[in-house]
């Protein structure tokens, strides 16, 4: 009674910052990572063309979180070119270069509120249909 493996699935590389970030949110939104927000700040500055904000609720989750954006990132292509905070899971960052990625537990998001400091940045609706097709995990089917 062998039980074959599923093929290892990896994500299609990101063509551009957009893909890049949304990715990383469904990433994030596969380990339950909540109240994502993502701005696009290129216009605002110089360094990123998007900033990820997510929380999670226990500094457990921060890390789990955190590493499965590193994760889903290295298996599409794009490793992180630098990672902080992933172990105290109180707020970890995520720099892929024209996204940076902040994961929060939440009372930390709240009182350095990031949400507010970048609030002329506009944001960008996620499609949760479009994010799991991003994943192309089995028993998912992707998004026509």
């Known amino acids: 009674m062998n039980n074959p493996r599923q093929p290892r699935i990896r ?10 970030a949304l990715l990383c949110a469904a990433a994030a939104l596969d380990k339950k990572g909540e109240d994502p927000v993502l701005l ?34 290295k298996k599409a292509g794009r490793p992180a070119l630098g990672m902080e905070g992933l172990k105290e899971g109180r707020w970890a960052l995520l720099d892929f270069g024209e ?7 939440e009372p930390v998001r709240e009182f350095y509120d990031l949400d507010s400091l970048w609030g002329d940045a506009p944001r960008v ?6 994010l799991d097709a991003m994943l192309l995990r089995p028993g998912k089917p992707a998004a026509d």
Do not use: M, W
């Not at 994500?11 to 893909?19: I, S, V, W």
């Not at 609706?125 to 479009?130: G, K, M, N, R």
């Open 11 to 20: 994500p299609p590389k990101p063509q551009n910052a957009r893909e890049l």
């Open 40 to 73: 696009e700040v290129a216009q605002l500055t110089g360094y990123a063309d998007y900033f990820l904000l997510v929380s999670g609720r226990s500094t457990r989750q921060v890390s789990s979180v955190s590493e499965n954006i590193a994760r889903v990132l």
């Open 99 to 105: 996204v940076v990625v902040h994961v929060f537990h």
């Open 125 to 130: 609706e996620l499609d949760q249909a479009e």
